[in-house]
């Protein structure tokens, strides 16, 4: 054995035992006593788990360069395929992606590579599940599956598992592809595998695809369960999607303050190594900003994102509430024609498209969609697809003037999203319910608002807080929030409407002025009067006037 040869062993010895320094020095070590296709192809993987991720790409090309002039079309054509995942889930460019999805489709077709065709079918389930196209995605992972189980490959068998289980619960078939995640993970994490590549691809598929869908409990679980592989093997990848979805997890559970130390992590990661990551844990933040009234915070962290696929939901709901729905819709129905209607995703999507409708007095252009959505939701058997959906359908028949059906929908929301253990979502369905009884059950409806509005206070949901409390006011029940209260509250275009309001502008005629609707100005003036803990607009014109040297808000420019 030569001296390079013993270094290459050395080398693979060190991958095996997660030792990535030890494997780097060993295959450097290796490239300095000559060139070598497989030092360079061995050298690229370990950069990836070290975190340099450009410098891994670097690598790897010049392995499948140098394969391809040996030539050794198989070792060139897996060089391709890891380039092709890398690109794609690690740097999120999807056209370098897709071609060296390419250069490794035409080496197994013209070489009839059929050990590795099985892999260039889960590239294309990968590609496809990148596009939301759960479809195409259920079909390439069912052909990766079908060759990993005749050529006997258990990493490829349990990659597709997890490639097909991911794509079920996407197209709705929550039960089916819960199991076959469960599957995978348990196969991997249980040592069948012999590459640890195949547990960052299985761990991930989890974590994403149950975090997705409101399987809050599972997502929790598996991380506890993958949480020794991460400290054996340190995968920057794997820990920036974890903490980023784990962030997500306790958002949506209530867990405020532990979201934000799990997105800063993945951050932080995803600054040095993962920038497809670092845009999904923005837009997390985002939304925990949004969610704490930091509208203007939120919008910030957005600045360039609104069409990056993770970031449309919260960008729409950003433009929301700034008064601006047509530009929510016009993100909304952009990413909906991408996705199609009928994938988890699209729920998110066509609830916030069903509120900037309402927004834009534009109910029976909506209407039907929230109708369909809520049919697929009783087709999914998610719990999450069922809220959204049923509260969609509420919002609807509540501005139709239909209150009693619409409480049902309401009800129905509420309860599921009481069983994810969703409190923002339980305390926003339980206000729109409130709104749902004023008219026939108005102690009711006292009740029900009264209650979102402690759990809005316990969250630090404080524009939501301040629309229970307005709503309220508007019932006759004294609800001044807690904490201070000022014009440093309010938003850039609270800021404006409220200047309109002390020129002694009626509501049209802000509209007209803002180049906004009626009811969108309503609710600016309701979050105003909420955020100021005042009674009507003349007492916060008032307000305005006193503050006006001391934290007021400046003139607008006319």
């Not at 930091?294 to 008064?323: F, H, I, N």
Request: hydrophobic share 50%; charged share 25%.
């Amino acid at each position: 054995m030569s001296a390079r040869e013993g270094l290459l062993v050395e080398a693979q010895a060190a991958v095996a035992a997660g030792d990535w320094a030890g494997a780097r020095r060993a295959f450097e070590a290796a490239l300095a006593r000559g060139e070598s296709a497989e030092a360079r192809f061995g050298l690229g993987n370990v950069l990836w788990w070290l975190g340099e991720t450009d410098a891994s790409v670097r690598h790897l090309e010049q392995a499948y360069a140098a394969f391809r002039r040996r030539p050794d079309p198989a070792q060139a054509a897996l060089a391709a395929i890891h380039l092709c995942l890398t690109f794609r889930a690690s740097l999120g460019n999807d056209a370098a992606s897709r071609g060296w999805l390419g250069r490794a489709a035409r080496l197994v077709e013209q070489h009839d590579l059929q050990p590795l065709a099985g892999w260039v079918a889960l590239c294309r389930a990968v590609a496809a599940a990148g596009e939301r196209d759960a479809q195409t995605a259920e079909g390439w992972a069912r052909a990766a599956l079908a060759a990993a189980l005749e050529s006997g490959d258990r990493d490829l068998e349990l990659c597709a598992l997890s490639e097909l289980g991911a794509a079920l619960v996407e197209a709705g078939g929550l039960d089916e592809g819960a199991a076959l995640l469960d599957e995978a993970m348990a196969g991997s994490l249980g040592g069948e595998v012999e590459s640890p590549d195949t547990v960052v691809m299985t761990s991930c598929n989890t974590v994403i695809t149950c975090s997705r869908s409101g399987d809050f409990a599972r997502v929790s679980q598996w991380i506890r369960a993958a949480d020794d592989f991460n400290r054996r093997y340190g995968s920057p990848h794997l820990y920036a999607v974890c903490r980023t979805h784990y962030g997500s997890v306790l958002f949506a559970t209530g867990r405020w303050s532990e979201a934000e130390a799990e997105l800063r992590a993945a951050l932080e990661i995803g600054r040095r190594a993962e920038p497809a990551l670092r845009v999904e844990a923005l837009a997390k933040l985002a939304e925990l900003r949004l969610a704490q009234g930091k509208v203007e915070e939120a919008e910030r962290l957005l600045d360039g994102l609104a069409d990056e696929p993770a970031a449309v939901a919260v960008s729409a709901a950003v433009q929301l509430a700034c008064g601006r729905a047509a530009h929510a819709a016009s993100l909304l129905e952009r990413r909906l024609r991408a996705v199609g209607e009928e994938c988890l995703e699209a729920s998110a999507l066509l609830e916030l498209l069903v509120e900037a409708g309402i927004e834009r007095e534009a109910v029976p252009d909506v209407a039907a969609r929230a109708r369909r959505l809520a049919e697929l939701g009783v087709s999914s058997g998610c719990d999450l697809l069922v809220a959204r959906a049923g509260r969609a359908l509420g919002r609807v028949l509540l501005v139709e003037g239909r209150a009693a059906d619409a409480a049902a929908h309401l009800e129905e929301a509420m309860s599921r999203f009481r069983r994810l253990g969703m409190p923002l979502e339980v305390a926003r369905s339980r206000l729109l319910l409130a709104h749902a009884l004023a008219r026939e059950a108005p102690e009711v409806a006292t009740a029900e608002a009264e209650q979102a509005l402690a759990g809005l206070e316990e969250l630090g949901a404080e524009r939501d807080a301040d629309a229970a409390a307005a709503f309220l006011r508007s019932l006759g029940v004294r609800a001044a929030r807690s904490g201070p209260k000022h014009l440093g509250l309010l938003t850039r275009r609270e800021r404006e409407v409220l200047e309109l309001l002390a020129e002694g502008r009626s509501n049209p005629e802000i509209a007209a002025r803002l180049f906004l609707s009626r009811k969108t100005v309503e609710h600016h003036v309701a979050r105003i009067l909420a955020k100021l803990a005042v009674r009507s607009r003349g007492e916060a014109v008032a307000y305005a006037l006193r503050e006006r040297h001391g934290e007021g808000i400046p003139p607008r420019d006319r």
